[in-house]
Every structure is written in C-alpha cells, then in structure tokens.
C-alpha cells in the first residue's frame, strides 16, 4: 500500500507541470444596427451617384443635391423606356424591302383569265336591239307579251327570249341600271348563260406557251365569274381553292382540274420538282417564255354593249375590280412585274391585327380552302348580300338552299356592293353586327400580285394570214386581237415584314438608356439583387450561429496540440 501512495504522489506532482489548455469566451456578434444594409449597398453600388449619398464628410446639403439628381435621371430614363415599350407595343412590325431579290422560278406564272368580248352570238339574239326594245316598251301597255317577245327575239324558241336578255343585262357592261323587274330570283341564270355561251373554238384561235404551239383547249378552263362565262388560264383547281362541301352542285365555277400539291403561297414550289409543274413557272423573261394568244371576234356578232376584259389574278378571278380591255385589231403587250410580300417567321407569335396579316391557318372561310384579302372580300360580299337580299349574285359561292337574285334585286345587290366599299374605305365596319365584324379581311402574310405594263399597236394581221396562208377560213368576216403576256425581268425585289422590335432589341435599348442615364449594367441590377436578397439573408444565418458559440477552446502557447505523454499515459493506467 504504501508503493501504491509512493507512485500517486509523485504522479500528482508531476500533473503540476503540465500545461493547460486556456479558455477564452468569444463575445457574440452584435447586431448590426439598422440602415446598414443600406449605407452597405450606398458606399459599394456601381450605379453612379448612389456612394454620394453616403460619407461622413459630406453635408446634407451635398447628399440632398445628388439624391435630386438620381431621381430626375430616373424620371427621364423611365420615361424613355416607357415610350420605348409603347412604341414596341402599338408597331411591332417593320416593312422593308427584302434583303436579296427573288427570281421569278419561285413564283408561278399569273393566272389570266379573259372574258371573250361577245357574250351571245348574234343569230341566236342581238342584245342591242333587244336591249332599246326593252327600253321602248316602258309605258306601253298595249303592246302585248307575245308581240314583244316577238321584236326582241331572233331565231330563239318560246318564251325563254325574255329569260335570255334579263341574263344578258347582268353580264354586260353597258347595260344601264334604270330597267326594272319583278323578278327577284333567277334560279335558271347560269344553265342559260352557258347555253348562250360562244363556243370555245369560235374565240381562241391559237396558242404559244413558252415559245410552242399548245392547244387553248388544254390552257384555258371554263370560269364563271361576274362577267359571264369566261376561260382561265394557270388557275388553282376547285379541289384545292374551294370547299367543295359548302357548295351547291348544280354547275360548276371553275373548270381547272390540275393538282397543285407541289406549290403553296406560303412555302413556294417543293424543291426538286423541275419545271414541268402546277401552277405553270417560267424559267427566264421575255416575249418568248410568256404566253401568246391569238383571239377571234366575229364582225356579225359584235356587240358594243359588251366588252372584252383581262385579269391575271393568284386568287379567285374577280373581273370587275381588276381587268386590262384588249381593243379589236390591236397587237397587245402585257409586260408583267411582280410584286410580293413575305413575313418573317418570328411574326407568328404576335397577333393578326399587330402584324397586319393572317397566316392562312388562322382566318377561316366558309367557303374556300386558302385564304387571301380577295377571297375574303368575295365571301364577306357574299354573306351581306344573303343577309339583306335574300339571295346572291350567280357568281357568288353559295350553299344548295341559297337562290339566286334576279333583276328585281339589282337594286339591293348594288346597295350591299357600295356599302362594303365604303367600309373599306373607312378601314373597318361601323356597324355593330357581328355579321359586319366578321369580315375583317386582313391582306394574308404572303401576298402575291402581278403589276402590268400596257403596249399596243396597230396590227395589220390579214397580211400575215395571206403570206402564211393559215386561219383564212376561222378568220373570214372577223376581228383578231393578239395578246401577249410575259415577265419583264428575272429576277425582282419583293417586300417584307419583319420585326422592329425584338425581345433582345428592346433589352438591348433599355440598357443603352439605363446606362447613358444612371450607369447601370447587367452586374449593377445583380448587385441590387445580391444587397437586398441574399446578403440580409447571409448576415440573419452568421447572426445565429454566433450565438450559439460563445465558447472556444485555444491551443496551448507551443502551438502542439494537447496531447497526454507517454509517462503521463503510464501512472494514470497505474493509478
């Protein structure tokens, strides 16, 4: 026992001489006063003027100054910026003319369609007298039905001489519009204008497309159109312009049977396809790349009262808006320029009335398949005129229940023609039916016209016919009228919407404002974001975890660890 005492002893002497740790209590962290954060951000910020804000040598007066400063340059830039939204907001779409010009492979060549100037031969009826025959007997109530439709017809069987001449009044120029009827419908109006029609050979002569004799007949397609009967040339076919489903069946408006799946107006002809397509293309310009054509009118059957009209349309031929009159015995030229009008991809995602436009996914039409500022107008004019006459035009599309107007509603149809001008003219309905808002027709996004140049010259083409020795026969007692129709140049610039204002456009201006008035830069706004988001956030978490060590265990002054000796290790085991 008295060993066991002997080792403890000196074991506790020599815990005397070892060094012990000291310990140091760590104050917490005050916190921090309030308003720091702010004269943090002051004294640090990149925008200029906000470190005069703050500064122990400066007065009120100075600090007062540039806080005026900033807030009248801020005012100024929000101002701009402002205007610059506004401006993005009310025009986002820009029209310039396109970088680089289009050659005229990638359109298709116009269609044409010609109206033959002789409605009716004039052994069948002469609308002439018939017409002044009509006009005399207004008053004379003795004249009986039978005498009368005895002086107005010739060579015409029963009484359909009447039916004949109020169809002729309706195609016909000149026709004036002080003579009335009863006859509000006309059902029969189209079987009797193609039963008057002039047959088709008696009026095309000869054809040369592209510089080779090719038959009229496999050019031209029957049309009707508001001018009667009419042939149309590189036209789209029923199938793929109108919605065969909405239409009546009991004749035709067009004739065209041609498939045209390999070109669209939006995306052009499919690459790879060549020149032998639908619609027809043209690969150079000139007089011997176009189209010539050769027309007959019989002396014996011109009629004055009637005319000859051309139109090269890309949408439904509408002769009465647009037409070119061919005059008899006259060598015609028609040099033709494009001019077309594309939209920019990134314009999809603005809505109709910013860009100005409809993509032809976006306006539906009851009554065709593509849509187009004439097809709308078309089918807008339509719906008018069913809704106030009761009826329509015999050229207007119409479903199988829908009648067709007659002389008596001349006068309604031409009331509903003038109001949709005028609010065109206006550029929007007045009216607050829907049936008038509903039209709206927008020009589509790629637009395609044909813009003509007019030359013509006397043409002494019986000397031709004696010196060639051909048509003596066709041409016997007739009038010839050549009409030659082609591209003017190979290439042209189109038009093109784009945008004037873009996302990365209008940040773009914005910091061109913010910087020429506060300094700012991208870094400063995330500077703005860091001082007030997450650097208060950083300095709450330091806070609190300063509190909760308010301890701290210091090495020893040798700067070993405080690690227990072997001699130490050996009399604590011991004791």
Same mark, same amino acid.
């Given at each position: 026992?008295?060993?066991?005492?002997?080792?403890?002893?000196?074991?506790?002497?020599?815990?005397?001489?070892?060094?012990?740790?000291?310990?140091?209590?760590?104050? *917490?962290?005050?916190?921090?006063?309030?308003?720091?954060?702010?004269?943090?951000?002051?004294?640090?910020?990149?925008?200029?003027?906000?470190?005069?804000?703050?500064?122990?040598?400066?007065?009120?007066?100075?600090?007062?100054?540039?806080?005026?400063?900033?807030?009248?340059?801020?005012?100024?830039?929000?101002?701009?910026?402002?205007?610059?939204?506004?401006?993005?907001?009310?025009?986002?779409?820009?029209?310039?003319?396109?970088?680089?010009?289009?050659?005229?492979?990638?359109?298709?060549?116009?269609?044409?369609?010609?109206?033959?100037?002789?409605?009716?031969?004039?052994?069948?009826?002469?609308? !002439?007298?018939?017409?002044?025959?009509?006009?005399?007997?207004?008053?004379?109530?003795?004249?009986?039905?039978?005498?009368?439709?005895?002086?107005?017809?010739?060579?015409?069987?029963?009484?359909?001489?009447?039916?004949?001449?109020?169809?002729?009044?309706?195609?016909?120029?000149?026709?004036?519009?002080?003579?009335?009827?009863?006859?509000?419908?006309?059902?029969?109006?189209?079987?009797?204008?193609?039963?008057?029609?002039?047959?088709?050979?008696?009026?095309?002569?000869?054809?040369?497309?592209?510089?080779?004799?090719?038959?009229?007949?496999?050019?031209?397609?029957?049309?009707?159109?508001?001018?009667?009967?009419?042939?149309?040339?590189? %036209?789209?076919?029923?199938?793929?312009?109108?919605?065969?489903?909405?239409?009546?069946?009991?004749?035709?408006?067009?004739?065209?049977?041609?498939? *045209?799946?390999? $070109?669209?107006?939006?995306? %052009?002809?499919?690459?790879?396809?060549?020149?032998?397509?639908?619609?027809?293309?043209?690969? *150079?310009?000139?007089?011997? /790349?176009?189209?010539?054509?050769?027309?007959?009118?019989?002396?014996?059957?011109?009629?004055?009262?009637?005319?000859?009209?051309?139109?090269?349309?890309?949408?439904?031929?509408?002769?009465?808006?647009?037409?070119?009159?061919?005059?008899?015995?006259?060598?015609?030229?028609?040099?033709?320029?494009?001019?077309?009008?594309?939209?920019?991809?990134?314009?999809?995602?603005?809505?109709?009335?910013?860009?100005?436009?409809?993509?032809?996914?976006?306006?539906?039409?009851? &009554?065709?398949?593509?849509? !187009?500022?004439?097809?709308?107008?078309?089918?807008?004019?339509?719906?008018?005129?069913?809704?106030?006459?009761?009826?329509?035009?015999?050229?207007?599309?119409?479903?199988?229940?829908?009648?067709?107007?007659?002389?008596?509603?001349?006068?309604?149809?031409?009331?509903?023609?003038?109001?949709?001008?005028?609010?065109?003219?206006?550029?929007?309905?007045?009216?607050?039916?829907?049936? /008038? #808002? *509903?039209?709206?027709?927008?020009?589509?996004?790629?637009?395609?016209?044909?813009?003509?140049?007019?030359?013509?010259?006397?043409?002494? $083409?019986?000397?031709?016919?004696?010196?060639?020795?051909?048509?003596?026969?066709?041409?016997?007692?007739?009038?010839?009228?050549?009409?030659?129709?082609? &591209?003017?140049?190979?290439?042209?610039?189109?038009?093109?919407?784009?945008?004037?204002?873009?996302?990365?456009?209008?940040?773009?201006?914005?910091?061109?404002?913010?910087?020429?008035?506060? %300094?700012?830069?991208?870094?400063? #706004?995330?500077?703005?974001?860091?001082?007030?988001?997450?650097?208060?956030?950083?300095?709450?978490?330091?806070?609190?975890?300063?509190?909760?060590?308010?301890?701290?265990?210091?090495? /020893?002054?040798?700067?070993?660890?405080?690690?227990?000796? /072997?001699?130490?290790?050996?009399?604590?085991?011991?004791?």
């Amino acid at each position: 026992m008295a060993h066991v005492a002997h080792i403890k002893l000196y074991a506790d002497r020599a815990a005397k001489f070892e060094s012990k740790p000291k310990v140091l209590e760590v104050p *917490s962290a005050k916190p921090e006063k309030r308003g720091n954060i702010f004269e943090d951000y002051f004294a640090n910020s990149t925008i200029h003027g906000f470190r005069y804000f703050v500064g122990a040598n400066r007065t009120y007066l100075e600090r007062a100054w540039w806080v005026f400063a900033c807030i009248l340059s801020i005012y100024f830039c929000g101002q701009t910026i402002q205007e610059v939204f506004e401006k993005w907001r009310r025009s986002p779409v820009v029209v310039t003319f396109d970088e680089k010009p289009t050659p005229i492979t990638d359109i298709p060549f116009p269609a044409i369609t010609v109206c033959p100037v002789t409605k009716v031969k004039s052994a069948e009826i002469n609308f !002439t007298i018939a017409y002044q025959t009509l006009i005399r007997r207004r008053g004379k109530s003795n004249i009986s039905e039978d005498e009368y439709v005895t002086k107005i017809a010739q060579r015409v069987r029963g009484l359909t001489a009447l039916d004949r001449v109020h169809a002729l009044i309706q195609i016909c120029d000149f026709s004036f519009a002080n003579y009335k009827t009863a006859e509000a419908y006309d059902d029969n109006l189209v079987e009797l204008l193609q039963e008057m029609a002039l047959p088709f050979r008696e009026s095309f002569i000869m054809c040369v497309w592209k510089n080779k004799l090719v038959n009229c007949s496999d050019l031209f397609m029957q049309t009707l159109t508001e001018s009667g009967i009419c042939y149309t040339f590189n %036209g789209l076919s029923a199938d793929d312009l109108l919605r065969r489903t909405e239409f009546h069946r009991e004749f035709e408006h067009m004739g065209e049977r041609r498939s *045209s799946e390999n $070109w669209t107006m939006e995306d %052009g002809y499919k690459p790879g396809i060549g020149s032998r397509t639908y619609p027809r293309r043209v690969m *150079s310009p000139g007089a011997q /790349s176009g189209l010539l054509i050769f027309l007959r009118t019989g002396e014996q059957d011109m009629d004055f009262l009637c005319g000859v009209q051309l139109h090269s349309p890309n949408q439904v031929p509408q002769i009465s808006t647009q037409n070119i009159r061919a005059p008899m015995n006259i060598a015609f030229q028609v040099r033709v320029q494009p001019f077309m009008i594309t939209t920019a991809g990134n314009l999809r995602a603005y809505d109709a009335e910013k860009r100005g436009c409809f993509y032809t996914h976006e306006r539906y039409l009851r &009554f065709f398949n593509i849509y !187009t500022k004439r097809n709308c107008e078309v089918e807008c004019l339509t719906n008018l005129t069913l809704a106030l006459c009761g009826c329509v035009h015999f050229s207007m599309p119409r479903p199988a229940n829908v009648r067709i107007c007659g002389l008596g509603k001349q006068a309604c149809m031409e009331r509903v023609d003038t109001y949709v001008q005028e609010q065109e003219m206006e550029s929007k309905l007045t009216s607050g039916s829907e049936l /008038s #808002l *509903s039209c709206n027709c927008l020009p589509s996004c790629t637009f395609l016209q044909y813009n003509a140049e007019i030359s013509q010259a006397q043409f002494d $083409w019986r000397r031709l016919t004696d010196a060639v020795g051909i048509y003596q026969d066709q041409l016997t007692n007739a009038s010839l009228t050549t009409l030659n129709i082609y &591209f003017r140049e190979a290439q042209f610039i189109g038009i093109r919407r784009s945008q004037m204002f873009g996302i990365n456009d209008f940040i773009a201006n914005c910091g061109g404002l913010l910087g020429l008035f506060m %300094g700012v830069s991208l870094l400063s #706004l995330l500077e703005l974001v860091y001082y007030f988001t997450m650097k208060p956030l950083v300095n709450c978490f330091l806070r609190h975890r300063n509190q909760k060590r308010k301890i701290a265990i210091v090495k /020893s002054q040798t700067g070993q660890p405080d690690q227990p000796n /072997s001699l130490y290790t050996f009399l604590r085991d011991a004791a």
